[in-house]
């Protein structure tokens, strides 16, 4: 059962993160991503990383995929020019990607495959990665933290409209100065 | 599983709860037309009623909310001194054109969140509230750079600040995660006993390349070379009162953090720390005094300078001794009185003159305006670290530290930028003293002209003003500022102390 559901989620995964690259509309490459991140939360429930699961839907499933989503529908209509690589990038490229594939290749079979097939390490403490230890963790240890993460998501929100405020402005100006000419 | 609730030492949180409930109001502020021009006193009270409180916790020593902060010595003299500088900032900000593009208290909202997060920096013992403290330290001063939004060095130097901020902060995190995969825990003191139990780990690849990237992250954020490439850009093109804050505060904060995480957490590992610092403060001194010889613009200049006394501060950590300490933060403290004064100046002649800072708009001042060229002037001279002002004495501190723990190749490096360094201080204080008044116009006209072209295209500046030095909130921060800095230089003891009370939080760690 535990196997059938890994290579589900695999396969899954996989067969998604290959659709975001080759698909041609920006639409569908963002709705592959979102099916991506569902398949590899399944994985993260496997392990039993259920915080972990949770929150990769919450966050970017839902709040960064709908930011993709915004920005594919806002400027996805426009056909953009064709970006020209240079050829030595063109060169360089791929060599990096397979060289990068080959160094995570050693990396993942030198070490992380021994522990394949055990339970994994012994000293991890009962419950590690539920929702509630890490709710207790949030509350009690890393309290500051989590209330400091907070304030700076409100002087965040703050510096954005900053931010917003002068294009908003300067599309007044403009649109009062070209009514002048 | 039971809720624990963390024991919360209230009285001992206190700076952060007022500073909070500060910022909160301040952002509340922004809705009511009746209350937002009174925002700049808002904010000084609010800084007020956190420098009372931290002044209540002069003594305190202890952990707060399950060893996140810890309010000490150091905590309590690196957070007052960035209190003081935010205070600085509200009064020269006021009609500043960023303060007013911006919204006054959207502006002062972002000015206090970063500075409640400098006090949470400057407290931080663990791990997570390091970097959660330095976020709150720097997201807002990425805006902050950027709100003068009618010039595009302003919007360009708050991108600059945040591409590069964000590549110091990356490093960092990076680095911190190390240093728990390699100790096993978050909290400073919890990291120095786990790198011990750890076999081999105090020489392990995995803590070393760690303790690297912690190094690297923290000098973005203090602007010590290589990592310094952004400070004179950024420095240049920010609005003058967030400069200001900036050069002072951020280093204040940031060099808190520096000092307890690399006494404490990573103590144990001087030997291995303290040559690459060495390195760092050495080609700091080096490139910030040799790159500020070419610059004619002021604040530019003041960003390289910003660079060298980085590379002077460091060398107090070098020695991870208490002396080492108390000499880093009386030599802060006195920048703080040196940097302000000069600031403050550079902010009156900026609305006198078009907004430009070149070195050339001071010509003849000082017959013009003696009480604007004496801060300057005396700001220069402690900044060289001539006697008889807290500059000198800093430095002399400073000396005294690395020699008495056998750094004295630093040393030597110190008094070696300090005499490359007049060259370009004393060239300032030439220009204000020396050159006849009758070049003052025509150096300011060609300066008009010369400045960049503004995206609103107005004639006249509305946010010029020619009696910028009458006005009390702009001269007052200059000659307070030159007062300490005089003051303290001919009678050090009250600042000794200071620092030696910053110095005496960490005798459990170090000697």
């Not at chain 1, 890994?6 to 709705?31: C, E, R």
């Not at chain 1, 993942?108 to 990665?129: H, K, N, Q």
């Not at chain 2, 810890?70 to 900032?89: N, P, Y």
């Not at chain 2, 070149?358 to 005396?378: N, Q, V, Y």
């Amino acid at each position: 059962m535990e196997q059938v559901a890994f290579f589900v989620g695999a396969i899954g995964a996989l067969g998604a993160a290959f659709a975001v690259v080759i698909v041609k509309n920006p639409f569908y490459s963002v709705l592959a991503l979102v099916i991506h991140l569902v398949f590899l939360a399944g994985i993260f429930l496997l392990l039993m990383a259920q915080f972990l699961a949770a929150a990769l839907i919450v966050v970017y499933a839902g709040a960064v995929m709908v930011l993709y989503v915004f920005v594919a529908a806002y400027v996805g209509g426009i056909e953009e020019p064709k970006w020209d690589s240079s050829p030595e990038l063109r060169i360089v490229g791929p060599i990096l990607a397979v060289a990068l594939f080959i160094a995570i290749s050693i990396a993942v079979l030198g070490s992380g495959l021994s522990a394949l097939g055990t339970p994994g390490p012994d000293d991890v403490p009962a419950g590690f990665g539920t929702p509630e230890a890490v709710g207790h963790l949030m509350m009690e240890d890393f309290l500051i933290a989590f209330e400091a993460a907070s304030l700076l998501l409100l002087v965040a929100a703050v510096a954005a409209i900053v931010l917003a405020g002068r294009r908003r402005e300067d599309r007044k100006k403009q649109l009062t100065g070209g009514e002048g000419a | 599983m039971s809720f624990d609730a963390p024991t919360i030492d209230y009285a001992g949180l206190s700076p952060v709860i007022a500073l909070t409930v500060g910022l909160v109001v301040i952002v509340l502020a922004a809705v009511f037309d009746s209350v937002r021009r009174f925002g700049p006193a808002l904010a000084l009270l609010t800084y007020a009623v956190t420098a009372g409180c931290l002044i209540w916790q002069w003594n305190a020593n202890l952990d707060l909310v399950s060893g996140s902060l810890r309010i000490d010595g150091l905590a309590v003299t690196l957070s007052l001194l960035a209190v003081i500088a935010a205070a600085v900032a509200v009064l020269l900000a006021i009609g500043d054109p960023s303060e007013t593009q911006a919204g006054r208290s959207d502006w002062l909202a972002l000015l206090t969140g970063s500075l409640l997060g400098m006090v949470i920096l400057a407290q931080a013992t663990s791990m997570l509230t390091f970097f959660v403290g330095l976020e709150l330290l720097s997201i807002p001063l990425y805006a902050l750079c950027g709100t003068n939004l009618r010039r595009r060095e302003s919007l360009e130097s708050g991108l600059k600040y945040l591409i590069v901020g964000s590549v110091g902060s990356a490093t960092l995190l990076y680095g911190l995660a190390m240093i728990y995969g390699a100790s096993g825990a978050t909290g400073f003191q919890a990291i120095s006993d786990g790198l011990q139990a750890g076999d081999g780990m105090l020489s392990d690849s995995l803590t070393l390349v760690g303790v690297g990237m912690v190094a690297v992250g923290l000098a973005f954020k203090v602007s010590i070379a290589p990592f310094h490439q952004w400070t004179p850009d950024v420095y240049q093109g920010a609005p003058t009162p967030v400069t200001a804050f900036m050069a002072v505060a951020t280093k204040a904060a940031a060099f808190a953090v520096f000092i307890r995480f690399f006494l404490v957490a990573l103590g144990p590992l001087a030997d291995q720390w303290d040559v690459m610092l060495a390195a760092l403060a050495a080609l700091s001194i080096v490139v910030g005094n040799v790159g500020a010889l070419a610059q004619t613009s002021l604040k530019r200049m003041l960003g390289y300078s910003g660079v060298a006394q980085a590379g002077y501060m460091l060398a107090g950590i070098v020695t991870a001794t208490q002396a080492g300490v108390d000499a880093l933060v009386f030599y802060l403290a006195a920048y703080v009185a040196m940097n302000v004064a000069a600031f403050a100046v550079v902010v009156i002649r900026e609305r006198q003159n078009g907004f430009s800072d070149d070195i050339s708009t001071l010509r003849g001042l000082g017959r013009e305006k003696p009480l604007l060229a004496w801060p300057l002037t005396i700001a220069m001279l402690a900044l060289a670290g001539l006697p008889p002002t807290a500059g000198f004495i800093g430095k002399l501190y400073l000396i005294e530290a690395l020699v008495d723990d056998d750094w004295t190749w630093l040393a030597v490096m110190i008094a070696i930028g300090t005499m490359i360094s007049l060259g370009y201080y004393l060239r300032v204080v030439a220009t204000l003293w020396m050159s006849p008044a009758g070049q003052a116009e025509a150096g300011a006209e060609i300066d008009t002209a010369s400045l960049p072209p503004q995206i609103a295209g107005a004639q006249a500046d509305p946010f010029e003003d020619s009696r910028a030095d009458r006005r009390w909130y702009l001269v007052a921060p200059a000659l307070i500022a030159t007062a300490a800095a005089l003051f303290f230089g001919v009678i050090p003891q009250p600042l000794v102390d200071f620092a030696q009370h910053a110095g005496d939080a960490l005798s459990v760690w170090i000697s």
